[in-house]
């Protein structure tokens, strides 16, 4: 009898933890570890896209108000697709890559125009676009009470051939 009672409490707890404990994110799995326990709350918001076309833009600008004349050009990929999570209003994600930078900006979501907006080093912008190419790809955007941010690309798990 007390080995019936025992095995009831031990699953009436586990259920109770499973039920307390915050859902995880989607897509949790493609999270590196958290080692500093930046990501121990439940984010406060998530977005999580799935691509369905990109747009490779490169840009040249000449101000020729100034002296000496500066020129710019940018590098950019627009990525669309659709919003796969409950309450994620995401529509559109600008990637944009640095040759010159140090550090890069932080990702920074915008309600408004419903754009997620992410700066990698030009070095990442080969493996990026043969990602596009070659596979599904998704994004994903949590921001915490904490001030963390996390923002990745990744692709769903694929078979190793």
């Known amino acids: 009898m007390s080995l019936l009672i025992r095995t009831c409490a031990a ?23 958290d080692e500093l326990a930046l990501r121990a709350e439940s984010p406060e918001q998530q977005q999580l896209l799935q691509v369905t076309e990109y747009s490779v833009v490169v840009g040249n600008q000449r101000q020729s108000s100034q002296q000496p004349i500066p020129v710019t050009s940018s590098l950019m990929i627009r990525l669309k697709g659709k919003a796969l999570n409950k309450g994620a209003t995401i529509g559109q994600v600008i990637l944009s890559f640095d040759a010159e930078s140090k550090s ?23 493996v990026i676009v043969d990602l596009l190419r070659n596979d599904t790809v998704y994004v994903q955007y949590l ?12 692709t769903g798990a694929v078979r190793s051939k």
């Open 11 to 33: 699953l009436v707890l586990t259920l109770s933890l499973s039920v307390a404990a915050a859902p995880a994110p989607l897509h949790s799995q493609f999270l590196p570890p």
């Open 143 to 154: 921001s915490y009470a904490n001030g963390h941010i996390w923002a990745d690309l990744h």
């Open 104 to 126: 890069l900006k932080k990702p920074v979501f915008d309600d408004k125009s419903k754009t997620l907006t992410l700066s990698y080093p030009v070095t990442q912008y080969r």
